[in-house]
């Protein structure tokens, strides 16, 4: 396997076709890899049917250097992937009664009654060698055959992940297949648009010589990976670069790396050892969520309120009902007046306050629907930024969270 192996995917399940479950294989393995310095090649989803299994598999494993399968490996009558494959491969099934001992004694662990039709899951390719499964009954495959590999993993989430870090990832690294981490360095950014980004950055590109620059947007911040492929361990000047883009990007430089705003917030407040606090309106508690979905929390965050009425913005945080008469519930004064209020009743260092029209009723001609003001109180002072935005409401309410956080941010730094 000459450069760098083709990696290639083949997920099966109908209920992944279905739209029933997502495809969480992809999104692990794929990190997995990308965490070696090895990207996966391709994903393909099929269904379970012999003859799509068959044309599926033939097709990809001509083409790849390492093919791994998900699914298919249990013990009911959909469950076909061993089968069909070996039929492909000219591989014999042969029973293995170490295999069948170990699902006996899952079986009595758990003080289940073993059903004959687990029998099948104890057979596997003569020429295979066993991946053991210790939290399930589905043992994976490792088959080197005709220069390449065959990997086949089971379909529970549980079971398939110890399983390919464990025992398939230290294969793959022992035949040289995958690096010791990643080959790519990866800048994180926000408050600025990917088109404008790629204008900013297009001078470095130009200038170096095999330099690779990959985009990729999300809801408030944009990544770009900068990498040379065709150079080994070019970590130096990687490094080097990713300095020279963090002064081009000044408050819009983010991170390097994969941490989200939140994670960058949250290690600044405990540093710190500020308190934090929230009042929300038109996200519902959506920021609160949030936060306290960081493990560590409980270190600054003090407490969010969801004040989705005027009265509960008069009774609760002292809103007064003039200031929302005059200028109304979704304003940057009635925002600012939210961030003091329950910055005051939990008796927090900062606080965030939202409020706004998200649809799909409501908003005005000066603040049409999808206007969101962000409040924010600190220690310096109070204030509000006029955001406007589009989409869903689970949307909008994500773009307001992505907002608070880097409003919070710009103002912690």
């Not at 097709?59 to 298919?72: F, M, Q, S």
């Not at 609760?316 to 940057?332: G, N, R, Y």
């Amino acid at each position: 396997m000459p450069g760098k192996p083709k990696i290639i995917l083949l997920t099966l399940g109908e209920e992944l076709l279905l739209g029933l479950t997502p495809n969480g294989h992809l999104t692990y393995i794929g990190d997995q890899l990308r965490q070696v310095g090895t990207p996966m090649h391709a994903n393909v989803t099929i269904s379970d049917a012999p003859e799509d299994i068959e044309s599926y598999f033939e097709d990809y494993w001509k083409k790849a250097d390492v093919l791994i399968t998900t699914g298919g490996l249990g013990p009911t009558v959909d469950d076909r992937t061993k089968e069909v494959i070996g039929e492909c491969l000219g591989e014999k099934l042969v029973y293995d009664p170490t295999v069948m001992q170990a699902i006996e004694a899952r079986f009595e662990a758990l003080g289940l009654e073993l059903n004959p039709n687990n029998r099948k899951q104890a057979y596997h390719f003569e020429n295979a060698e066993v991946l053991h499964n210790p939290n399930g009954t589905a043992p994976g495959l490792w088959l080197e055959k005709f220069g390449k590999i065959l990997v086949m993993l089971p379909g529970p989430p549980h079971e398939l992940q110890p399983m390919f870090k464990d025992q398939v990832l230290p294969r793959l690294q022992d035949k040289g297949l995958v690096q010791d981490s990643e080959n790519y360095i990866q800048i994180r950014t926000t408050g600025i648009g990917e088109s404008n980004l790629e204008t900013l950055l297009q001078p470095i590109a130009e200038r170096e010589s095999g330099l690779e620059l990959a985009y990729c947007a999300h809801p408030g911040m944009v990544d770009f990976r900068m990498s040379f492929p065709d150079q080994v361990n070019p970590f130096d000047r990687l490094a080097e670069l990713a300095e020279e883009c963090k002064k081009l990007l000044g408050e819009s430089f983010l991170t390097i790396g994969n941490d989200t705003l939140l994670d960058i917030v949250s290690k600044i407040l405990r540093r710190k050892k500020l308190k934090l606090a929230t009042v929300e309106s038109c996200t519902g508690g959506y920021i609160a969520n949030e936060i306290t979905n960081i493990s560590g929390s409980s270190e600054y965050f003090v407490g969010g309120l969801a004040t989705y009425s005027t009265g509960a913005k008069e009774d609760l945080i002292s809103v007064p009902f003039e200031l929302i008469q005059q200028h109304t519930a979704v304003s940057e004064e009635v925002a600012v007046a939210m961030a003091t209020g329950v910055a005051e009743r939990l008796e927090a260092d900062y606080a965030i306050s939202a409020t706004g029209y998200i649809g799909p009723g409501g908003g005005t001609e000066k603040d049409p629907v999808g206007t969101v003001y962000i409040g924010l109180h600190s220690p310096s002072g109070a204030f509000a930024r006029r955001f406007s935005f589009r989409g869903p409401r689970i949307a909008q309410k994500r773009r307001a969270f992505n907002a608070a956080m880097d409003l919070l941010r710009r103002e912690l730094i």
